[in-house]
């Protein structure tokens, strides 16, 4: 069975959104979990996060970046292509129960997985305050649809070209700092910046929730490839997460991991886009 791909829209230059025919998977996935793709039998297998599904349609949307070989090949297909494999939805889903205020901070790509998880708490009547935020305002997605379950929302750049200008943990700094009661913070983005909200928050004693996204393969947890030490002990990221206490993560051993096949990803990336050019030319 192959998964056909029904929409395609580009969010920015590099991230591109796809709306992909799986009513299995649409059936049973809640907020927080994800699915592991394969484009073909050469290919290899990715994680994403679901961005939003479509019970009645069957349809899971997937948002991710071009940033090596398989996602660039993803990006590349088009409307009424079909994806191989797509399977899940895999990890635990999120714990959603109704608390007083929950901020949840998306960062960059980490404002895709962040939006399902945020939107649960919303239905669940709690307080949502959101913080999303992108390098430069170009790179800047789903403003609008955080917008519409956000009792408040904070937009940050790096550069300042739109929004508060600084880092998402600077403006999460200005609402404790006013005061508020915060109940739990949810974060999802790049590494360096869960670590840093992590760090902010622990000071605070603030529960503090992460979904991590190392290296996966199976997502079963039979190859081991995900492993995390949460709390001094080796955790699964599919199958014990991605979700973890981000205040007991060891992000410097996360950090490590993630960059295990960082030449072999290049080469591979160099060796796609030397073939892509070759047959533009032919």
Known sequence: MAYKIM???????????LKVKAPLVAKKALAGQFIILRIDESGERIPLTMAQTDKEQGLVTIIFQEVGKTTNQLGALEIGDEILDFVGPLGKPTHVEHLGTVICVGGGIGVAPIYPIASAFHKKGSNLISIIGARTKKLLILEKEMKEISDQLYVTTDDGSYGFHGFVTEMLQKLIDDGLTIDMVMAIGPVPMMQAVCKLTKSYNLKTMVSLNPIMIDGTGMCGGCRVSVGGKTQFACVD??????????????????????????????????????????
């Open 241 to 282: 997460g991605p979700e973890f206490d981000g205040h007991l993560v060891d992000f410097v051993e996360l950090r490590k991991r993630q960059g295990t096949f960082r030449n072999q990803e290049n080469k591979s990336t160099k060796k796609y886009d030397q073939e892509c050019r070759l047959k533009s030319k032919l």
């Open 7 to 17: 929409e395609k829209e580009e969010l920015s230059s590099d991230v591109k959104l």
